[in-house]
């Protein structure tokens, strides 16, 4: 009789603390907190963000950029993404850090420009975006299909004294 009571009293344990996994799951999703027109709102935001990064990577790579410059386009760069993002070497096959991408692009006169960005789909914390990438070297062009994960979630920001709630955008990996 103990034995019974031993094993309904651990489903019944398991059986909450698995609720409650997923009630918290379910409070950080994109879709339990917002509205299908406010996510499409976020989506086309993403988007421009996509479009910026590539736009602080051009001018990250002219030869004619100043140290001073390169330092705050570092950092911004790393702020639009994840921390610890692995991202596509545009140049091989390989997954590299952002601060590694960096390194590679720099002094190398790049051109970039993205078109057909589309959400492919949404996940619980994030959605994927698909985009056609064309790279310029001065007579060389490479095109390469991107698929790149964006974060969307809720981080606790300080505003003063007082603590707030906000939905945050990240750019994420790259395959």
Not at 2 to 27: D, G, R, S
Not at 43 to 70: C, G, H, Q, R, V
Not at 114 to 141: C, H, M, P
Request: hydrophobic fraction near 40%; glycine fraction near 2%; charge should be neutral.
């Amino acid at each position: 009789m103990i034995k019974y009571f031993t094993v309904i009293l651990f489903l019944f344990y398991n059986c909450t603390f698995a609720q409650e996994a997923n009630h918290a799951i379910a409070a950080n999703s994109i879709k339990t907190n917002f509205s299908v027109k406010a996510l499409e709102a976020y989506e086309e935001n993403s988007f421009s963000k996509l479009e910026d990064f590539y736009e602080l990577l051009e001018i990250y790579s002219a030869k004619n950029t100043p140290n001073t410059l390169k330092k705050q386009l570092e950092e911004r760069i790393n702020a639009l993404y994840k921390e610890n993002t692995l991202v596509s070497d545009f140049f091989t096959s390989d997954k590299i850090s952002v601060d590694r991408l960096l390194e590679k692009v720099a002094s190398k006169e790049l051109k970039f420009e993205i078109k057909n960005i589309q959400k492919v789909k949404t996940f619980g914390n994030y959605w994927t975006a698909s985009y056609i990438l064309t790279i310029q070297r001065d007579t060389e062009t490479l095109q390469k299909n991107i698929s790149q994960r964006i974060y969307f979630y809720p981080e606790a920001k300080t505003f003063g004294n007082k603590k707030k709630e906000v939905w945050s955008l990240f750019l994420g990996e790259m395959e």
